[in-house]
């Protein structure tokens, strides 16, 4: 039996080769991911992650090119998506369709001290997420599988909770 690409069969197959496979060798699940941005001009980057390209940038009003969107639309996103696609994996995992899934991510902000004024802390103070979800399946089977896949997500983690921050700084005399 051949499964279609993003079908449920598809994913709960790929899910179990990939739990074998991680639990046969711990390293399998484990690596240093690399994405690069390297100012382009002004405030526009061309970030670099694998064979992946794309733009960020600021808006005009901030002094950038508008040439992409700002870092903020990308970190939302990762959210968004990951729990979009955490959501699938799981209820394809149970068996469950979703007949349409979206997650809207909605950030409070307050910008000031990322331009210097005022003494707060820079970032978000609030994060809410949404999920709209279409499906057949009993509630209380598509809430279970929101809960699984959020206590699961990498992306919900990374906002939750700290991580080990370093910094290494390379000084580099211009080329002639």
Request: hydrophobic share 35%; charged share 25%; proline share 5%.
């Amino acid at each position: 039996m051949t499964t279609r690409s993003g079908s449920g069969e598809a994913i709960r197959t790929a899910l179990k080769r990939a739990r074998n496979a991680l639990s046969r060798m711990d390293s399998v699940g484990r690596g240093t991911a690399r994405t690069r941005a390297t100012v382009r001009q002004g405030l526009t980057c061309d970030v670099v992650d694998g064979p992946w390209r794309f733009v960020a940038d600021m808006p005009a009003k901030a002094g950038g090119g508008a040439e992409g969107p700002d870092p903020g639309v990308y970190g939302r996103a990762a959210l968004a998506s990951c729990l979009a696609v955490g959501y699938t994996m799981w209820a394809a995992e149970r068996g469950i369709d979703f007949d349409s899934l979206e997650v809207e991510v909605q950030a409070d902000y307050d910008a000031r001290p990322e331009y210097g004024v005022g003494d707060g802390t820079p970032g978000y103070e609030a994060i809410r997420w949404v999920v709209r979800v279409q499906s057949s399946a009993p509630e209380n089977e598509v809430l279970d599988v929101l809960r699984t896949a959020e206590t699961r997500s990498p992306f919900l983690a990374l906002f939750r909770n700290s991580q080990e921050l370093t910094r290494e700084i390379r000084i580099e005399a211009p080329e002639d």
